[in-house]
């Protein structure tokens, strides 16, 4: 079964500083992997996503996430944060060969502080 | 940039009522979605639907639960006789079939729905 996991609930970060959000998945076969940010009264805001090629992916506003096959992770990365991304982010996780279900974290709520 | 919009933002229902939750996707795609989050928990697929029937629907959608595409822009998802446990944020999504994209889904804003 397809599934992912954020094991933090929530980062805090203070502004300047590089951040990191961590994801770890399990599916069947090789993975489609999202991140999506979640801003108050917002829908969710697609990022970026890996599907093929380079494990580095660069998505909007900076964010970066790298897939890591052999961890099974796919951790998304900023250099430096800024008190905007203050959000709520989730991974989620797509069988290469279902384009209907989309299987999401539970989400990590980042807290970046002047 | 297109969005998918949703209405209404807020929907308090009593318990046993039904109640239609609307959704405008993004203007050429021709796949939608139905998700859901609890609050606290993860967001959940609910249906997807495609060419005027359901494509997948998880075992979340049961009886209760309808879709539909009642026009050239509108798809909504209709709740019949609501429980407690329906209260949650629910998201509508869709994706293009053509082109660059094809396998992102575009989440609109969600509807809370709280029921007494």
């Known amino acids: 079964a397809q599934s992912v996991a954020q094991p933090e609930d929530q980062v805090n970060v203070a502004e300047g500083n590089p951040l990191t959000v961590k994801c770890t998945y399990s599916?069947?076969?090789?993975?489609?992997l999202f991140w999506y940010v979640q801003y108050p009264n917002r829908g969710l805001q697609f990022l970026l996503k890996y599907i093929t090629g380079d494990n580095l992916v660069k998505g909007s506003y900076g964010f970066e996430a790298e897939f890591n096959k052999s961890q099974t992770s796919f951790h998304l990365k900023k250099p430096s944060a800024l008190v905007s991304d203050s959000a709520l982010y989730f991974c989620a996780v797509r069988d290469r060969n279902n384009f209907n279900k989309f299987y999401f974290g539970s989400g990590t709520k980042l807290n970046v502080k002047p | 940039e297109p969005e998918v919009t949703q209405t209404p933002s807020h929907q308090v229902t009593q318990m046993g009522q039904e109640v239609i939750l609307r959704c405008v996707p993004i203007s050429n795609h021709l796949y939608f979605y139905w998700y859901r989050q609890i609050l606290g928990q993860k967001v959940e697929f609910l249906v997807s639907?495609?060419?005027?029937?359901?494509?997948?629907k998880s075992e979340i959608f049961d009886d209760q639960f309808s879709v539909e595409r009642p026009d050239g822009s509108n798809f909504t998802l209709k709740i019949r006789s609501t429980k407690l446990e329906d209260s949650a944020m629910y998201f509508c999504?869709?994706?293009?079939?053509?082109?660059?994209?094809?396998?992102?889904?575009?989440f609109g804003p969600g509807t809370r729905l709280t029921v007494l």
């Open positions: 999504a869709s994706r293009t079939s053509s082109g660059k994209g094809t396998d992102t889904q575009y």
């Open positions: 599916v069947s076969g090789n993975p489609y």
């Open positions: 639907f495609y060419n005027n029937e359901i494509s997948e």
